[in-house]
């Protein structure tokens, strides 16, 4: 369904030039929402006039920019192939009609049985998969981490099969460039220009589903990348790990890496694993590394300290956790109704703080009672009836209700839960569980190194242990609050922080590999609120923590782990930055401001624009994933949704208007 750009009309209807759409970006963010308006056009669009979409993007549709099959076999996904979908089902709420689909590692089964060809019976045209990924597809499990460019042929074949089930005679444009400025009236057509074209793309709507973008650097890392240039040393700031040159970090040098996240596992495979080092296993069953000797030493920290946890390893059993209980879509229109923006700390956290650990108590009750006393139904209606705790409570209620007897106790959550869960290990505190480290003082760095590989091992058993199975209800309460977080819009990104530690870890054998590199000396952890300064007299950088007072380590290579915070005023993005220099409202945070029921930009003056439209993580609506796990009412799906419901209407409110004065 591809054609020339210049195609002046649709063939069906010679004398009418067809709606136009121009989407920029062609990752699986565009992939789900061209999956939507297919599902959503035959109601909204009907017999209508024919469309057609413009994608506009340098890499390849399906994948885009970061699932691009072009990069190294060893980098993994951070999900099991059964908890990754692109499809709706029937726990999204949302209008359009659910088109079922598989998941990856159904689409994987069905790859095996059809010998390597990528398609499913029944659906998109197949195409054959190249003899590696074959390979791959073919002993995938359920349960396996697929490699990211599996991924990428899997979102290639939802990208194709989606175009396929768009309504007969819609025609798709593919432009490999980049758009650099949107123009246009809000009440007509708008111009989409791209790099080095004199002439724009005409369209009757725009959709912007930009992805991760690059950023400049802000003051900080300004400074640190010319103390580098000017004593010749190495800094890498935050960017996609992919396209990080590390070449410049030499074999057998001290690296300090700021990071302890997703990208840092990216990091620590491609000097590893990437450099021809090798894992094997010892005779007691321990993983052991064997070093190429091309590797750096890394000294790793950030501000918990500690990589992020583990994905769980199990899949629930039994009854899962009522949520959302405390934070629904009840609470979200209460703070929504309040004047101004609700304060996260003050106002949100408290309810999520709860909701959280009703997920967790219920599991406990339910699945492990012989570790609880008392009767579930009893502990519930109690801890109901108690005040959400988080912090800075007691300040708020002491400020809110001026007589201590009108008060009811801060404690009594405490004194319930202490009652109720014999053995402390069993009862949810969110404080130690986001600072593990905090407090926490070391000798010197090898009893750092010890305690860390003794907390790394310890969640890995844990997250691979179903006695330990009210976590997994607190992860599925994490993702039910982070579905009903979209709709408060820019909550700060302290959030975002905590969810990704506990939520979005990486898989276990990655942490499983991070320890035989620790036993290995290949990495050195550098302990909690890491901090790295640049000296001028030594002309190193140097980086020490609150763990190990007194100790610091220098280096010539500084990496910050991590990727480049979103923000308009920042990318580098010349779409994004124009756009907002052209008047799009952004947050304080610097996210470009979206409309929450339908994704139409917003500007300065809070109107929803008629005709733009955006989505991802450069937006105040950023979802925490363009696919998901099924059946957990993915935000992203449901965005997707009421976009493509909103644009079709749009279309065919123009396409009746084109009728009428014909």
Not at 441 to 453: C, K, N, S, V, Y
Request: hydrophobic share 40%; charged share 25%.
């Amino acid at each position: 369904m591809s054609a020339n750009p210049d195609h002046p009309a649709h063939p069906d209807h010679p004398f009418r030039s067809p709606a136009t759409v121009v989407i920029v970006g062609a990752g699986p963010r565009t992939t789900g929402l061209i999956e939507r308006i297919a599902a959503n056009a035959p109601e909204l669009y009907g017999d209508g006039a024919p469309f057609e979409l413009h994608l506009v993007d340098p890499h390849p549709p399906g994948g885009g920019r970061i699932w691009r099959p072009d990069q190294s076999p060893l980098l993994w996904m951070n999900s099991m192939a059964e908890d990754v979908t692109m499809f709706t089902d029937e726990s999204v709420e949302r209008e359009g009609p659910i088109r079922p689909g598989p998941s990856l590692a159904e689409w994987a089964r069905e790859v095996r049985e059809a010998g390597g060809v990528g398609g499913v019976r029944g659906a998109a045209p197949p195409h054959a998969l190249p003899p590696e990924l074959a390979a791959e597809a073919a002993a995938l499990t359920g349960r396996s981490f697929a490699t990211r460019r599996l991924q990428s042929a899997y979102l290639r074949w939802v990208y194709e099969r989606s175009v396929a089930d768009l309504p007969p005679g819609t025609i798709v444009h593919e432009h490999r460039d980049r758009a650099v400025r949107v123009t246009g009236p809000r009440d007509g057509r708008q111009q989409v220009w791209l790099e080095g074209r004199t002439a724009p793309l005409t369209a009757d709507a725009v959709v912007l589903a930009l992805g991760h973008l690059d950023a400049e650097p802000d003051a900080e890392q300004q400074a640190l990348t010319a103390f580098a240039a000017e004593h010749q040393l190495v800094h890498l700031p935050p960017e996609f790990t992919a396209d990080s040159d590390v070449s410049a970090l030499r074999p057998g040098e001290p690296v300090i890496v700021r990071g302890l996240g997703l990208a840092f596992v990216d990091l620590m495979v491609l000097l590893t694993e990437g450099r021809g080092g090798r894992y094997e296993r010892g005779p007691d069953g321990e993983l052991v590394y064997r070093p190429s000797g091309r590797e750096p030493v890394l000294y790793a920290g950030s501000r918990r300290g500690v990589p992020y946890h583990a994905k769980i390893g199990y899949s629930l059993s039994g009854e899962r956790p009522p949520v959302p209980r405390f934070f629904g879509p009840a609470e979200v229109d209460a703070l929504l109704s309040r004047p101004g923006r609700p304060d996260f700390r003050r106002d949100v956290w408290p309810l999520i703080a709860k909701e959280l650990g009703f997920a967790h108590y219920h599991r406990l009750f339910t699945a492990h009672p012989e570790r609880v006393a008392g009767e579930w139904s009893a502990f519930e209606e109690k801890y109901a009836a108690c005040p959400p705790g988080g912090p800075d409570l007691d300040v708020l209620v002491a400020s809110a209700v001026p007589d201590p007897a009108d008060r009811l106790d801060l404690d009594d959550l405490d004194v319930l839960v202490a009652a109720a869960v014999p053995d402390p290990a069993d009862r949810l505190d969110l404080d130690t569980l986001d600072r593990p480290l905090a407090g926490l003082r070391f000798g010197d760095h090898e009893a750092l190194q010890q305690a860390l590989r003794g907390h790394i091992e310890a969640d890995l058993a844990r997250r691979h242990d179903p006695a330990h199975s009210p976590d997994l209800a607190v992860f599925l309460a994490l993702l039910s609050v982070y579905g009903q977080l979209i709709r408060l819009g820019d909550i700060g990104g302290w959030w975002h922080g905590f969810f990704s530690f506990l939520a979005s870890g990486p898989p276990g054998p990655r942490l499983e590999q991070l320890l035989a590199l620790s036993r290995a000396g290949v990495v050195r952890f550098l302990g909690a609120e890491t901090t790295v300064t640049a000296d001028p007299v030594r002309g190193v950088f140097r980086a020490s923590s609150a763990s190990v007072p007194g100790h610091a380590v220098e280096a010539r290579a500084l990496v910050e782990a991590r990727l480049p915070e979103p923000s308009v005023d920042r990318s580098r993005d010349t779409l994004l930055r124009s756009l907002y220099r052209d008047g799009a409202a952004a947050t304080p945070a610097g996210l470009l401001a979206v409309s929450p029921a339908d994704a139409r930009v917003l500007d300065r003056a809070g109107r929803p624009h008629p005709r733009r439209f955006a989505l991802g993580p450069h937006t105040d609506a950023r979802a925490s994933g363009a696919f998901a796990r099924p059946r957990t009412n993915a935000p992203a799906f449901r965005q997707n949704d009421a976009t493509a419901r909103a644009l079709l209407r749009c279309l065919r409110e123009l396409s009746c208007r084109a009728t009428v004065n014909a």
